[in-house]
């Protein structure tokens, strides 16, 4: 089913009025801003505004105005589920009902929290995590922190909170810290200035920055003084942060430091001050925490910590339903067993299997380790990975040579657990799966 036919079908269904459905087709259809779109439709300002308002009306998205458009997308997408199965399996594979123009693809690519991929349409939960971070998120001032390696499923998380805060009618902000460029993560007055723009950006709030940014204050001090008076201050409505790869700002300490120390200073405030009770955070990041921060200014050892697992078979077999594949019992098993649960590997086997049905998935496992395998592309990254590293690439062969647990220097460990290419049993760590013993023993066996 094609974006247009979702939306004219959404339109319908809801009884938007013609005028009223040529304003929803054009402003959700096109990557056009709105004043693009009130030229288009040879509209004024006002015009548009009431027959948006009585689209928000109509499909019920109430609240203030900031965010409503993003609020009514998240809507329209968890509606879209619904019509899909309805859909041939032929057509979801030709949109998967994750627009890949207009506003959808729009927000995006500038960094929104509008995630649209068809992996975010069949995310299956890891109990009890998804209902502790719920319940998290409903209290004052809350911080959650969200580790695991790369490519474990942590956006698609943080995705899946940030719909729940959209349920609730709160506001919301998704932050990625690997978009802005080098040069503003490393120096602080430009990353804290790029940090309250993005999240007016996010918002859909006019930029203040020059009015309420005084160079009388400190850099930590304006950055709190834009979210408070200005960000929070906006609506009764409570507001969720998240940020995306924190771990981008550890290699720049001084940037590290003060905007970690932030983080901990709002979250503390929040648990005591009315007019930051508003305020929650959630942090997300691969790697351990090695910057040298005061353990009181710390956000890393406050809040809820969430560690997320690999899949379990059972959750292998949800993700298989919710793709409409039919697989063996001893499939799903053999799946999970090489490639150790891992949600992004078992994601991507499950997914060329509905767009190519006529390959097996024992014909696809038996190439998984291989150049011209499936996972060719990640595995070689990986490998590149730890050719930059001669210490981690001794430390791997080590893990690759015994076949068994080892021990290695605790640095050892934790980057190569970052990378997510090994898993820890007790002290000691193993290959993770084994795809990655296979691919790595014989890359090895060539140096």
Not at 97 to 119: C, F, R, V
Not at 266 to 284: H, M, P, S
Not at 387 to 415: C, F, N, T
Request: proline letters at 4%.
């Amino acid at each position: 089913m094609q974006i247009n036919q979702m939306l004219t079908e959404m339109a319908r269904k809801y009884n938007l009025s013609p005028p009223e459905t040529e304003a929803f087709l054009a402003w959700f259809e096109s990557d056009m801003n709105q004043e693009q779109v009130i030229q288009k439709l040879n509209l004024s300002l006002s015009s548009f505004t009431a027959r948006m308002s009585g689209v928000y009306r109509k499909f019920s998205i109430g609240g203030d105005s900031p965010g409503k458009s993003k609020r009514l997308l998240h809507f329209l997408l968890r509606e879209g589920v619904k019509l899909k199965a309805t859909a041939t399996l032929e057509d979801n594979e030709n949109s998967d009902l994750a627009p890949t123009n207009g506003k959808a693809d729009k927000l995006q690519n500038s960094g929104s929290h509008q995630l649209i991929e068809p992996k975010v349409l069949y995310y299956v939960e890891r109990p009890p995590t998804e209902a502790l971070c719920r319940e998290a998120i409903l209290q004052p001032g809350a911080l959650i922190r969200v580790k695991a390696p790369r490519q474990r499923g942590k956006t698609l998380l943080l995705t899946t909170m940030l719909d729940y805060a959209d349920r609730q009618g709160y506001r919301s902000a998704y932050l990625n810290l690997r978009l802005p460029e080098v040069e503003i993560v490393q120096n602080l007055e430009r990353f804290l200035r790029w940090f309250c723009l993005s999240l007016s950006q996010q918002l859909e709030l006019p930029h203040q920055l020059n009015e309420y940014w005084d160079e009388s204050f400190g850099l930590n001090d304006n950055c709190t003084i834009y979210l408070k008076d200005y960000l929070l201050a906006t609506s009764e409505q409570p507001l969720l942060i998240c940020l995306d790869n924190v771990d981008r700002l550890f290699p720049y300490s001084i940037v590290a430091q003060e905007f970690l120390g932030l983080l901990r200073t709002w979250r503390e405030t929040a648990q005591v001050f009315k007019d930051w009770a508003k305020l929650r955070l959630i942090v997300a990041h691969s790697t351990e925490v090695y910057v040298p921060l005061d353990v009181k200014r710390s956000p890393f050892n406050v809040g809820m910590p969430v560690q997320l697992s690999e899949f379990t078979q059972t959750q292998v077999a949800e993700l298989a339903q919710n793709l409409q594949l039919s697989i063996t019992t001893s499939d799903i098993e053999q799946l999970t067993q090489t490639a150790g649960g891992h949600p992004w590997m078992v994601y991507q086997a499950f997914m060329l299997l509905r767009t190519e049905p006529q390959r097996s998935l024992q014909e696809l496992l038996r190439s998984a380790a291989t150049e011209s395998g499936l996972y060719s592309n990640h595995l070689r990254n990986l490998w590149a990975e730890l050719q930059e590293s001669s210490d981690l690439l001794i430390a791997m062969q080590a893990v690759i040579d015994q076949k068994k647990a080892v021990q290695l220097k605790p640095e050892q460990a934790y980057r190569l657990d970052s990378l997510g290419i090994v898993r820890w049993q007790g002290n000691t760590v193993v290959a993770f799966c084994d795809i990655y013993q296979q691919y790595f023993h014989y890359r090895f066996s060539t140096l």
